[in-house]
């Protein structure tokens, strides 16, 4: 494989876990949810995932069992906000802190364990195509997962009624409880799904990524992903867009280490995918495509049915 | 004998410290339009959703053409036959046409089927729609036929409708009447709520009347005055504004020159070369559907924005370029359309409140420091003067009915001795007997000599209190009538986008003059 070749294919890998957690989030926002505790939930499903692979084994049973930490993670903030009307923003944050914390305790026996990395998928002739074959074909089960879950949430948005009325939930919840759609229940299916994903994000980290158990190994992902969110107006195809847009400013700034290219401290290169998402939020929420629009009307408005 | 449609018997609903409806009765024959009428918090609004199957009812019985029912939900209550079209549009903005009808629609059918049955069903009914265009780029009028083709796909046998046309020009309302006419002819059954008399007198078979959760009496539109049934429904007959006839003397004394301001706001729309001149002792109107330049037009008169100098001047003073602050102390009064948030703190006392826009005036700071006592004073004084039904001044704003609380915002501002008041919407959702009394406390203060601006959705308001009116449409404003000249067939016009008027105006075609009663 020559360099550019190995670049572009840790592109792909850095922007898979941030396109899971942003696709779920995606779904959620769309439904009228701000959870803020992605970082949590992909922390949870990281450790549980390595946890799962190494006592059974299976990275099959690993990686399922990574998204249903998610998706617990995730129950507990619906839990609190949909049904106690707990405030979102802030248990949202406070998700993030107890997934810290949960994950550690739940990993301190696993650190510095080595795992064998997730298989990568090859495809005889095709995966020996120069540049195209190891960029597409080589890679593990979950890059692959990633678009396509991207995608298949791209057409339930956009084109089934289901994904309709989900929708209709995040824009006018007073409406569309009024017409008769369970307006909570729509929405914990939809935190669920965020969970289940941000789980999935979780997992690739900690198998296939870098397959160990480290500390907050997301690093910030979660933070990314929301971000990415919102950087693709709540659209899904700009989220896969963006997602590899800021997989690339991880790698760039990785390898610009690697290679002392700039005279600058290495910490200030680490701080661009972050410095990256803050001009990113700024400059969307300044331009002139500003929009109420953008953002579903009910983001973050609790529901209360009230008569 | 045919089966009356619907007939409802002894529905009851308690909620705590509230008994919204207490053996209510309500028959509604087949292809007839029945009026529901009451004020605020009659219990309207709690029937109708337990009719639509919102609520469940604590007792009673629902017939529905003969047979017994229970209603478990709206999609019980659609497959039944019965539509509703909402007052506050249940509608999502950042869908398309086509996608709002499809969520209210059980049936499920596919794109293309749907927006064919949408433009047939529109064709049908004279109602207009592009299925593929996005709510947020449609006018008032075109989101209520969004609303009622929705309805009528399902061919209802009962279509409610709650407050239909508080948001329509005059001709839209026309229009409106005449679908609604057709409807019934074809024998569907209307259940119509309103609080405009002169609409039930023109349009309805009947009617019934609530008042405090009962209902107080059912009797036949055509044959009752307005003036009797206002009476039913509020329970005590009550003072219509009287209006003294006076000559305005030509002297300007707040002017709006010239004004142009870029809106702020996404969908916003920009003011364009806004001129016009309050008098001593005038009231002037300015009419027009929401959303075409008021939010902007208020914002800049009361100071929220601000402008060039000379665009807004009081008694000579160029104000244009001061805040809100600076304006009150040059004689300017402002209530907002807004009562919860923007003219008062829900959260607060009520004497907190009359503090917060009346401290300079009224000398309720002393270094910085609130004078509790002169506050606590002042907002007894408005109790007191506008018989505001409140426990004191340590009442929270929250704690007031809407009514209350508007005549609460409008006594603190005209406490205040303005020279010139600016008043929005100043009886949006107030009850009959607040909003008479409100008129009232405004005309007074004219006759004071102070000049009075009044920005309205509710042309019967304007009509009944302003010396002169103007139209706001598209951020621009037409020349002023003289009230008592205008009729609403141009005013109407004006309203729906044409600028200058013809020489001369069209006649109405022979049918009587509906939206000139008083309420």
Redesign the interface.
């Known amino acids: 494989m020559d360099p550019v070749t190995a670049l572009l294919v840790t592109v792909v890998t850095a922007a898979t876990p941030l396109l899971f957690a942003a696709v779920g989030e995606l779904v959620v926002e769309r439904s009228g949810v701000l959870n803020l505790g992605v970082e949590g939930m992909m922390l949870a499903g990281a450790v549980t995932g390595f946890a799962v692979t190494l006592t059974t084994g299976s990275g099959t049973i690993g990686i399922i069992a990574a998204a249903f930490a998610g998706a617990a993670m995730a129950l507990v903030f619906g839990f609190l906000t949909l049904t106690l009307l707990a405030n979102q923003v802030a248990t949202g944050l406070a998700l993030t802190i107890f997934g810290v914390g949960l994950s550690a305790l739940v990993g301190s026996g696993f650190v510095g364990t080595p795992l064998p990395r997730l298989p990568r998928l090859d495809l005889p002739g095709l995966t020996d195509l120069p540049v195209v074959g190891p960029l597409l074909f080589g890679h593990d089960v979950l890059v692959y997962m990633a678009v396509l879950l991207t995608l298949a949430v791209a057409w339930f948005l956009a084109r089934s009624?289901a994904g309709?009325?989900l929708?209709?939930v995040g824009?006018?919840h007073?409406?569309?409880h009024?017409?008769?759609?369970p307006v909570i229940r729509i929405r914990y299916f939809a935190v669920l799904f965020g969970g289940l994903s941000a789980g999935l994000g979780g997992a690739f980290l900690s198998l296939a990524y870098t397959p160990m158990w480290i500390e907050q190994m997301t690093a910030g992902r979660g933070w990314i992903a929301l971000a990415l969110v919102v950087f693709a107006a709540w659209r899904p195809l700009r989220v896969l867009v963006g997602a590899y847009l800021f997989g690339g400013v991880t790698i760039l700034q990785l390898h610009a280490q690697g290679m002392g290219l700039f005279a600058v401290p290495s910490q200030v290169l680490s701080m661009l995918p972050y410095l990256a998402t803050i001009v990113v939020l700024v400059v969307i929420s300044v331009g002139p495509w500003?929009?109420?629009?953008q953002a579903?009307?009910c983001l973050g408005r609790p529901f209360h049915p009230t008569? | 004998m045919t089966v009356a449609r619907l007939v409802l018997s002894g529905i009851r609903k308690a909620y705590p410290g509230v008994l919204a409806n207490d053996d209510v009765a309500l028959t509604i024959g087949q292809g007839e339009i029945h009026a529901l009428l009451g004020e605020n918090g009659a219990g309207k609004s709690t029937l109708v959703k337990i009719i639509y199957g919102v609520l469940a009812p604590d007792a009673g019985e629902i017939a529905w053409e003969g047979r017994t029912v229970t209603i478990a939900s709206p999609h019980a209550a659609r497959s039944l036959g019965i539509g509703m079209v909402f007052q506050h549009f249940s509608l999502f903005d950042a869908l398309t046409v086509l996608e709002n009808v499809a969520l209210g629609l059980d049936a499920k059918l596919d794109r293309k089927t749907l927006a064919e049955r949408i433009t047939e069903v529109s064709e049908a009914y004279g109602l207009p729609l592009d299925p593929h265009r996005e709510v947020h780029e449609l006018s008032v009028g075109e989101r209520q036929r969004i609303e009622i083709v929705r309805c009528l796909l399902q061919n209802p046998r009962l279509l409610i409708m709650d407050e239909p046309t508080s948001v329509l020009t005059p001709q839209e309302v026309e229009r409106l009447f005449l679908t609604l006419r057709q409807l019934a002819a074809e024998g569907v059954s209307i259940l119509y709520i309103s609080h405009k008399l002169h609409e039930i007198e023109a349009l309805c078979d009947a009617a019934t009347i609530m008042r405090g959760g009962k209902v107080v009496a059912h009797c036949d539109p055509r044959t009752e005055t307005a003036r009797s049934m206002a009476e039913l429904m509020v329970g005590s007959s009550f003072a219509a504004p009287e209006k003294p006839e006076k000559r305005l003397k030509r002297a300007p004394r707040f002017s709006v020159n010239a004004l142009d301001l870029p809106t702020a706001e996404v969908f916003g729309t920009a003011l364009q070369g806004i001129s016009f001149d309050v008098q001593v002792g005038e009231i002037f109107g300015i009419a027009g559907v929401a959303g075409n330049g008021q939010s902007e037009l208020l914002a800049a008169l009361s100071g929220e924005r601000l402008t060039v100098p000379e665009a807004v001047v009081i008694d000579g003073q160029k104000i244009g370029r001061l805040g809100p602050r600076a304006r009150r102390m040059h004689g300017l009064a402002y209530i907002p359309e807004e009562r919860n948030g923007h003219a008062a703190v829900p959260d607060l006392t009520l004497a907190d409140n009359a503090l917060l826009s009346a401290f300079d005036r009224r000398g309720l700071l002393s270094s910085g420091v609130i004078r509790h006592a002169r506050a606590s004073a002042f907002a007894r004084e408005i109790i007191d003067r506008f018989s505001v039904r409140a426990t004191g001044p340590m009442a929270r704003a929250s704690a007031l009915s809407g009514g209350n609380l508007q005549k609460f915002v409008v006594g603190r501002e005209i406490l205040q001795a303005p020279n010139v008041l600016i008043a929005a919407q100043p009886t949006w959702g107030v009850d009959a007997g607040a909003a008479a009394a409100i008129h009232q406390a405004l005309i007074d203060l004219a006759g004071h000599g102070v000049a009075v601006l009044v920005v309205s959705q509710d042309l019967d308001e304007l009509m009944g209190l302003t010396d002169r009116m103007a139209v706001l449409n598209g951020g621009r404003l037409s020349r002023p009538l003289v009230t008592a000249d205008a009729t609403v067939e141009q005013i109407g016009l004006l309203m729906g986008g044409l600028h200058d008027l013809p020489d001369e105006v069209p006649q109405s075609d022979g049918q009587p003059e509906a939206t000139h009663a008083q309420a």
Not at chain 1, 178 to 181: E, M, P, S, T
Not at chain 1, 290 to 293: A, D, M, P, V
């Open positions: 009624r309709m009325i929708r209709a824009e006018n007073e409406a569309a009024g017409l008769g759609y500003k929009g109420r629009l579903p009307a008569h």
